[in-house]
């Protein structure tokens, strides 16, 4: 049984041991399925977006998260993404923190991601060109990082 005082000591640690927390908003589909060889295909699929993301993220730091990707229908161009994306869409949220404060920027994101392939004809609703995350196009970005502050 938790008491008030173990869940704020849990809390307070938590926030001590993670340093910079990033939030990751895109329109490609990145749920975590859980999925593994053999399993259905479109799932399967999604969890490989989803590692991708962790594996670029992971080239640099290791990655931490609460929770899954979340997705929400958002005006993709009101949140960061591509100017030419103004209907709304389904975009996916993923928080995830690092250790170790300035062993990551919001710079360095943009430039590993941008040109990743990645797996499309899930459950997005944008259209894209081409099977990869763009992040230096302000024009047709589906992917948009931010530094959260805690």
Request: glycine share 4%; hydrophobic share 35%; charged share 25%.
């Amino acid at each position: 049984m938790h008491t008030k005082g173990s869940l704020f000591k849990w809390a307070f640690f938590y926030d001590c041991k993670y340093s910079m927390r990033f939030s990751l908003y895109t329109l490609v589909d990145i749920t975590e399925t859980g999925a593994r060889k053999g399993d259905e295909t479109k799932s399967l699929r999604q969890q490989q977006n989803f590692l991708t993301v962790l594996q670029t993220i992971g080239l640099r730091v290791n990655p931490t998260y609460v929770k899954p990707p979340v997705c929400k229908d958002e005006i993709p161009s009101k949140i960061g993404l591509g100017s030419s994306f103004k209907q709304k869409e389904k975009v996916w949220e993923f928080i995830f923190d690092i250790e170790y404060e300035n062993a990551l920027d919001v710079e360095t994101l943009v430039n590993d991601f941008n040109l990743i392939p990645v797996i499309t004809d899930l459950d997005e609703t944008a259209d894209f060109e081409n099977s990869v995350f763009i992040s230096k196009n302000p024009k047709i970005n589906n992917i948009y990082f931010e530094l959260d502050d805690k």
